[in-house]
C-alpha cells in the first residue's frame, strides 16, 4: 500500500508538521498503520480512512501526546452511534450504518462508502435508503440523485420501522432516472414496505466482496433504538445464510 503522508499548518506559528506512518497494511475490514512499534487498527479501508487516520494522530501530537497514548486511544474507540458505524456479526462483507442529517453528509457518506467498495475487485455499493415523514420534495430529489450516482443496488424503504406509507416510497422511486425505474439500467431497485423485510432481501443477497450502506434515522429521532434493532435483524440474518450455518 502506498505510504500517505498527512500535513497540518500551525495556526499561529504557520510551521507546518507531517504526520507518515512507517507502513500501512489492508486487512479485512480495515488497515494497520504502525509508527515505531506502536499499530494503530483502522476500521475502514482506502485512503480516506488512512487519511482520517492520520488527521487524528496530527491533532494528538500537536497536544504533545504520545504516540502510545493516541494508539492505545484510537484502537479502542468505536465512534459515535450510527456515524459511519460498521457492524460485524461474523459477515464476510462491510456493512455500514450511517445517519446523514441533510443530503450533504448523505453524499460524502455514500462517495467514502464507495471508496470502501473499490477496494474489492467487482464488488457492488448495496444501498438501503428511503425517504423520511418530513423529506421536502427537494429533499427526496437530490435524495434520490445522490443514491443513483453512489449505489449499484437500491433497496428503497423507510428509515423507520412499523411504518404504512406506500405513496411516499412511490414519491421516492418517482425522482429515479427514467431508465432505472423502467428496468433498463445496470443500478436495480427493490421497494419495500416492510423494512425488517429489505434489511434481510439485502443481507441474503451479499457477497463477500460487496459493501452494504445503511441509512438510519438521525440522533433526534431514535437513532439507538434502530441501530439496535436493526444490528439484531442482521445478526439473525447472517447466523441463518447458508454459508454460516
Not at 444501498?127 to 443514491?147: F, L, V, Y
Not at 427493490?190 to 452494504?212: G, I, K, N, Y
Request: charged share 25%; with cysteine.
Amino acid at each position: 500500500c502506498r505510504i500517505i503522508g498527512y500535513s497540518t499548518q500551525h495556526e499561529e506559528s504557520h510551521k507546518q508538521k507531517i504526520v507518515v506512518p512507517d507502513t500501512i497494511t489492508p486487512i479485512h475490514h480495515g488497515a494497520l498503520l504502525r509508527f515505531n512499534n506502536q499499530e494503530i487498527h483502522m476500521r475502514f479501508r482506502g485512503p480516506e480512512g488512512v487519511s482520517a487516520a492520520l488527521a487524528a494522530v496530527a491533532a494528538f501530537q500537536a497536544l504533545s501526546i504520545s504516540i502510545e497514548s493516541i494508539a492505545s486511544f484510537l484502537n479502542t474507540f468505536k465512534g459515535s452511534t450510527g456515524y459511519f458505524t460498521q457492524i460485524g456479526a461474523g459477515q464476510a462483507f462491510d456493512i455500514i450504518v450511517d445517519a446523514p442529517e441533510d443530503v450533504e453528509e448523505l453524499s460524502l457518506s455514500l462517495s467514502i462508502a464507495k471508496s470502501i467498495q473499490h477496494q474489492e475487485k467487482l464488488g457492488l455499493l448495496v444501498c438501503i435508503i428511503g425517504p423520511h415523514a418530513n423529506d421536502s420534495a427537494t429533499t427526496q430529489k437530490e435524495k434520490a440523485r445522490i443514491a443513483t450516482e453512489f449505489c449499484d443496488r437500491l433497496y428503497i424503504t423507510h428509515k423507520e420501522f412499523d411504518v404504512d406509507d406506500a405513496a411516499s416510497l412511490d414519491r421516492f422511486i418517482s425522482y429515479l432516472p427514467w431508465e432505472i425505474r423502467d428496468r433498463r439500467s445496470s443500478i436495480l431497485f427493490w421497494r419495500f414496505r416492510d423494512r425488517a423485510r429489505a434489511l434481510q432481501s439485502a443481507v441474503e443477497r451479499m457477497r463477500a466482496q460487496d459493501t452494504l450502506f445503511i441509512e438510519v434515522n438521525t440522533p433526534k429521532k431514535g437513532l439507538h433504538i434502530s441501530v439496535s434493532q436493526e444490528q439484531s435483524i442482521i445478526a439473525k440474518i447472517i447466523k441463518n445464510r447458508p454459508e454460516t450455518q
